[in-house]
């Protein structure tokens, strides 16, 4: 062994090296406030080994990225671990460099002779930002999208170059595969070369002028090895354990494909670029232009650092204390703008709304690409776009919300707000019915029992007071009354015994009956309570009162199928309950609101014809909305019904 | 060299067994050496930068998306596509609607033919002109919103907004919303009183006060 040693150590010369490497003198022993500069080689290092694994299943192309990532985090062999090592492991750099650059500041660590050493810091800081910013498109989701498109819109902002170094970046003028196989090479390969290059000159030029000395009285001198190394093994365990339990407890997110066709309100930088994106977000720095507060602002503050060694040159003791006060003001201002950026986002109802849209959305194609048909070749953004359960509440805040309701939101979980007369914004009452229930039991048993409170909403429509004000000027005018029509009347009329215990049974198999004809997905029906149901619509075999009274007396239809080609033909004025709330009856009802066999005349929907809602969307919506489409375990967006409720008591 | 050798084996440092080398090389030698390594160094540095450059350089153009085409059959010469909505289909109130764009995407190798490339804002003037926005926030790219309550547009990221008319109205964005063109059409042929909405969509660069279509 010793002489196999022996004859490398004449071959390579090993044994001077290690002894150079290791056994570094450590005036005043080893501390704590050293390990900062290895915790981010070692972090480096886990980046280079999670990196080139990645690399090995990822795949750089419009249709591929997001494909290949979602691959990694949820079908190989522990590559939730290894994304979220790498994801987080970018974070605690950044963090980790800060605290470096902040202690090499306060240390007086970059004056002279380190110089040299401080400038080549500054531009590993530089390369590390690049390589956390060109990283963050390539899962090539929303939240990386449209954030990149802020970063590469501020490249423009540049003078004079800026439509170049746009393009340059962007592998043309657009965004698309060449963006990717770009920003992945840069990712991968240009920049980490030039780390490992500049991290080594850094080291280097470190070990040339030896460690800033902190306290040389603070204790005996020992050596780096292994006394130092130690500490530094310590704290670098420490940085993995944090990340290995962010990447195990919180696992990194991978939100929808990015889809340039759909706009995206949650979009954020990382949260260490918060500072920047807030700052923006100040009118008053918008005034003086874009360049201005992304480029020569941040601009300046570099210059500053950069020129931190000659300050202190220059102006001796004060250009230090210049420097130090300079690095606090820059911490704290960082610290407040985040601070600011954090809370105004949590505050902020419409941007957690968007935020819980963008979860939803990539939970959900997540969710269809682990399904059994995998990725179609024409990419996961495809999967969303023909998938009823993210085009459904869309489509329904776009065509139906302007009156409807969806549990009290917008279908997309945003709450519908008007201006009221003090110009203040409130939530607006709907004028149509909540929908969030359609054709479940509980929008039957409210029909049933309680019609009048059911349609109550429709009494906020400016139609509705119109014509309940002429009608009680004694005009005759025909609408419809959720308070005045006959069914409201046979409820009210008979609420006593539709209340009472003998019809309890049998209000419930009504219901039962009633929603086994809308006969939305994802219920079960008791077959017995149908039958007994069907009983009570066609025959009205009620106990008491109501005894005689059937559905069938007015509506003829009830019971039968939803004919294929609906027509007005033997409309008796009473609304069609052929398959009342299915599909079939929806989406002709969607079409034709005003028909005879619906409510007629005096409906005052408007009817969605094909040029405002196609044949596609209308099929979207109405799988939507009643349950036809592969089942999600993803939550949907919060009711809010509570806020709606508590705007109204107020 | 501190370690000396142990072994018989021929030291690896071989000059330091011999005299100091003259400097016995002329000048030209120096040079013709210098030059040589710079070349070997800087031509290959040199495609490879050009290669880098070619998202500026390359004269040859992709084919321009969608046009002659007829791959979307709704897109005519000049680049109007025509929507699927009518005028009659939009809110008379003024109230903008959000609107998909159906068309060929060009991306490098690959030809995406009839996908959504992007959405745009409709609104209709009463029975006056329809006014078509992209809604790409001109400050740094985010997706502009309709505020029913506001009456106006915004952008969540940096909080641009704009008046109905597109018109900016604070200072966050450096110019107002992209307007496009639109042309009124019954089929297919010119009519200001034509149901058939088409509409020039293009896009434009970011972050810059003046609009320029990329
Ligand atoms: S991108 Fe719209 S405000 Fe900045």
Redesign the interface.
Known sequence: MNALINWLDNRTGFRELMHEALYERVPGGARWRYVWGSTLVFTFTLQMITGFMLWSAYSPSTRTAWESVYYIQNEMFIGYIIRGLHHYAAQAMVVLMAIHLVQVVIDGAYKAPREMNFWLGIVLMMIVLGLSLTGYLLPWDQKGYYATQVTTNIMSATPVVGAEVQKLAQGGSDYGHLTLTRFFAMHAGILPAMLVAFLTLHIYVFRRHGLKVHDAKHAPDTTFWPDQVLKDAVACLAVLAVVLMLAILRPAELSAPADPAVKFDAARPEWYFLFLFRFLRFHAVEALGLTFGAIIVPGIIMGILTIMPITAQVLGEWGHRLNKAFIWLMATAIAVLTGMAFYEDANDRGHQAALAEAHRDGQRAIELASGPDKIPVDGAVSLLRRDPYTQGPRLFAQHCAACHRFNGHTGRGTLVMEMNAEKVPVIGAPTAADLGTFGKREWMTGIVTDYSNHFAWLKNAKWHQDAKAKSAAGESVEFIDPDGSEMADWTSGNVESLKSAENADNVKALVEFLAAEAGHAGTDFDAALIEQGRKLATEGIWAGALNGTSCKQCHETIGDAFPAQPTDEGASGYPTMAKYGSAAWLKDFIRNPGAARHYGAKNQMTASTPEKLTDTDLDLLVRWMTGNHTASTVPDYPSQMEAVNAAISK | ???S???S?AS?TAADGHAPLAPRRSVLVHLVTAVLSFVIVTIPATLGGLF?????LRKRKDAEAGGKSGEVSRKDEKGFIRL???R??IPADG?P??V??LDDIV????R?KN?????IWLRKLGDGPILAFN?TCP???????F?????DFFC????SAFALDGKKT???P?RDMDGLEVSMRTNGADDPGGQEIWVRYQ?F????AEKIA?
């Open positions: 060299m501190t370690s050798p142990s072994s084996d690896p880098f450059l070619d998202p500026i699927n909505l009518t009659d289909s109230t609607v959000p998909t764009v991306d490098a190798w690959n995406f996908v959504p490339a992007g959405s809604s400050h740094l790219g985010c997706s502009v919103d505020r029913p309550a506001e009456q969540p990221c940096h909080t604070n200072d966050v450096p896009k660069r970011g972050a810059t990329v």
